[in-house]
């Protein structure tokens, strides 16, 4: 079945430092959504990617789609205490639903 | 607009009682989700609907679940009976379209003693 997999499933930066987030798929999405989920609180959409190799900023933020549509990364430069949280990334494989990743808890340790 | 309104926001309830969780979604959107997210599973999604139709319930876990939309402002995820391991944070979420983006409620956290 379709399966949306994420790493790390955690992971631990100083602040000021980069971090990584990777998200494969086993089928080829016809595109990807990443939502950022604050301790205690509610997924909330960051941005969707649609196209094959796309890569989309947002301030610090980083989104690429892999070209093969399989695959994806969220890139946070220069980590602040504000980037705590889940990032999450959700394939969409056609007009289906959105299966969700796993996720990655990000702490930031000032 | 108020975006997705979940209630409650906060239950605690006894093993074999009743739990009724309750969602209004976005004007305008035609599908409404409820997800479901603990720390060992992570979020699932149980049920969606699209124009107050059940589209999808493959992820119900059982019978003691039920979802229901009775009309384009409101829908219900009941439990019964409630049971220990359906402990958990349950979300409500709603897209305009096909091809829209999510937007989830604030979440019911559901504790079964």
């Known amino acids: 079945g379709q399966q949306v997999m994420q790493i790390p499933q955690y992971q631990h930066v100083q602040e000021g430092e980069d971090f990584t987030t990777y998200c494969n798929s086993s089928t080829t999405l016809s595109n990807i959504q990443w939502y950022k989920q604050r301790p205690g609180g509610h997924p909330v959409f960051l941005i969707q990617l649609v196209k094959s190799g796309e890569v989309k900023k947002q301030k610090r933020l980083t989104f690429q789609f892999g070209e093969a549509k399989k695959n994806s990364s969220l890139h946070i430069t220069a980590t602040q205490t504000t980037d705590v949280g889940t990032y999450f990334c959700a394939g969409r494989p056609g007009a289906n639903n959105l299966f969700f990743g796993t996720g990655t808890r990000l702490t930031v340790i000032p | 607009d108020a975006g997705v309104i979940q209630s409650p926001r906060h239950e605690v309830t006894e093993m074999g009682q009743e739990v009724t969780l309750r969602c209004k979604p976005i004007s305008g959107h035609d599908y409404l989700f409820w997800y479901r997210q603990t720390m060992m599973r992570g979020l699932e999604l149980l049920i969606y609907f699209n124009n107050n139709v059940p589209i999808d319930d493959s992820g119900m876990p059982e019978d003691r679940f039920s979802a229901k939309m009775p009309n384009a402002s409101f829908s219900t995820l009941k439990i019964q009976p409630s049971e220990p391991r359906d402990s958990a944070v349950y979300f409500c979420?709603?897209?305009?379209?096909?091809?829209?983006?999510?937007?989830f409620g604030a979440g019911s956290r559901l504790t079964v003693l």
């Open positions: 979420a709603s897209r305009r379209d096909s091809y829209g983006v999510l937007t």
